[in-house]
């Protein structure tokens, strides 16, 4: 069985400031890993992925990752946080060739403030 | 480039009526997933569709949930005597033929459903 886990509910950061959203995960197999944003009232939008290669990802409005296979992680983050990035943001997990459905973790709320 | 469209965005339902929702996946996608979202949850996996096919429904429940993706037209989640506690949000998202898994999935807007 594969899990995902985001340790904090929400994350407070200052406008200008770096902000991570922490993500861990369990599966047996090789991961593939993604991070969407949620606004409110709206579905899910895609941020990144990581599927195999190079370990430090970037994705959409400057947001990156880093896939850490030792700590089993793939923590979320973006150098210069901007009011507009609060928002729920979700960490997800397929397993490669078990199956197509992803399984997310329970999410995580960032607030920055200006 | 229309995305992945859900419809009805909001739907109001009493108890023991039926709710369908309508999704169409983005153009190219001839997979469908449908998850769910309770208040305050991540998504849940519920069913895994392609034309025709039902490839995994092993996150729906037993009884009065159904899922379909005809060759032509939308995909339908259908709940059949809805009770309060199916009262969500339920999301679809579409992606390509996969490979493994590699594919990203997009969602669409999601259906709220409120069960009175």
């Known amino acids: 069985a594969q899990s995902v886990a985001q340790p904090e509910d929400q994350v407070n950061v200052a406008e200008g400031n770096p902000l991570t959203v922490k993500c861990t995960y369990s599966v047996s197999g090789n991961p593939y890993l993604f991070w969407y944003v949620q606004y409110p009232n709206r579905g899910l939008q895609f941020l990144l992925k990581y599927i195999t290669g190079d370990n430090l990802v970037k994705g959409s409005y400057g947001f990156e990752a880093e896939f850490n296979k030792s700590q089993t992680s793939f923590h979320l983050k973006k150098p210069s946080a901007l009011v507009s990035d609060s928002a729920l943001y979700f960490c997800a997990v397929r397993v490669d060739n078990a199956g197509n459905m992803l399984t997310f973790g329970g999410g995580t709320r960032l607030m920055v403030k200006p | 480039n229309a995305g992945v469209m859900q419809n009805p965005r909001h739907l109001v339902r009493r108890r023991g009526q039926e709710a369908r929702l309508r999704c169409s996946p983005m153009?190219?996608?001839?997979?469908v997933y449908w998850y769910r979202q309770l208040p305050e949850e991540g998504l849940k996996f519920m069913v895994y569709l392609q034309k025709e096919n039902i490839i995994d429904e092993s996150g729906m429940p037993k009884e009065r949930f159904s899922a379909e993706f005809p060759k032509e037209g939308p995909s339908i989640l259908r709940i059949q005597q809805v009770v309060r506690g199916d009262s969500a949000a339920y999301f679809c998202?579409?992606?390509?033929?996969?490979?493994?898994?590699?594919?990203?999935?997009?969602f669409g807007p999601g259906t709220r459903l409120l069960v009175l």
């Open positions: 998202a579409s992606s390509p033929a996969t490979s493994g898994g590699r594919k990203t999935q997009y």
């Open positions: 153009k190219g996608h001839s997979h």
